[in-house]
């Protein structure tokens, strides 16, 4: 599966030259451009198109993805005119349905609302004689990081609701789980070099900077906790 909003023309030729299984387009040019590349090597492009469900996700502001403000797929109302014109051009194989709402959310309400949303959608292009026979529903679900006090669901209370809401539709089921997968499994391991008094806390100096973790600078992402040398302290 090939995911991102700047896919370039030689991106989309090198997945196509190498049998990519989906790409999921984000926007109306795209779809052209990617038609033409196609058209051109004689090999038609497996498609899905990610909507915007305009689903606003309790979670915070720059990582939200499913509203109509973001940038992110193409307009919900867009959607059914865009799976026609991909179905009548010569270099798109129509595939699927894919949506991606943001990251870092700990509600399953937002998710129940999207992919609800998007089994309404496949059985109304199904209804026009599109064949939609996978549906990409992004990822997104959180996890704990401590000082936020937040309990994520379980992968198995997510589950359920993907089987209540698209378990009927007979579509091959794609993921792209992401933080719940690589925030549980790595760790940054960084060098106190100093421990600087300040007016009214302490800063601990370490040899690590933004570019070795900048989601807590730009995005106000949780620091997790840092064990440093005789005392305890958070990285922020």
Known sequence: MFSGVGKTA????????NGVGQINVESEPELNRLNGIATKLGKPAPVALRVNPDIHAATHDKIATGRKEDKFG?????????YKAAHDMTGI?????????????TDLAPFEAAFSKVAGLVNEIRDTGIDIRTVDLGGGLG???KRDNATPPSPAEYGEVVKRTVGDLGCK?????????AAN????VTKVIYVKPGETKEFVIVDAAMNDLIRPAMYDAPPRRFTGHRRRCWLS
């Open 74 to 82: 193409v307009a919900w109302e867009d959607a059914p005119r865009l």
């Open 173 to 181: 089921v794609m993921f792209e789980p992401g933080r719940v997968i």
């Open 185 to 188: 499994a790595g760790i940054l």
């Open 93 to 105: 194989d129509v595939r699927g349905v894919a949506v991606h709402i943001g990251s870092q959310i």
């Open 10 to 17: 030689e991106e989309l030729t090198l997945a196509l030259e």
């Open 143 to 145: 996890v704990s990081y």
